[in-house]
Nanobody, 115 residues
């Protein structure tokens, strides 16, 4: 079992910045990949960004150039730096990790961008 604890998020004005963190603990051998999904109001959960253990990244087209995903393997932590936030970035952001054959999700962090 892997436990995920998210931090960060909150209310920010359009054009502002926020940083999310997600720390994993438990029975960890290799977290690959780690990343973030989000669920906007009335929509399904969708990929935001992922990062492999080697540092290869993948981003949703809507966040490319504005968001940066990174990880600290020593701390089993993944980060999401969000800049140039837009109202359409509003939603609940979920940390995601895959450990061996299993996927785990964080509890979710609300991000609200006011226009």
């Amino acid at each position: 079992q892997v436990q995920l604890v998210e931090s960060g998020g909150g209310l920010v004005q359009s054009g502002g910045s926020l940083r999310l963190s997600c720390a994993a603990s438990g029975n960890i051998v290799r977290l690959n990949p780690m990343g973030w999904y989000r669920q906007a109001p009335g929509k399904q959960r969708a990929l935001v960004a992922t990062i492999t253990i080697c540092g290869n990244t993948n981003y949703a087209d809507s966040v490319k150039g504005r968001f940066t995903v990174s990880r600290d393997n020593a701390k089993n932590t993944v980060y999401l730096e969000m800049n140039g936030l837009k109202s359409e970035d509003t939603g609940v952001y979920y940390c995601y990790v895959r450990e061996s054959f299993y996927s785990y999700w964080g509890q979710g962090a609300q991000v609200t961008v006011s226009s």
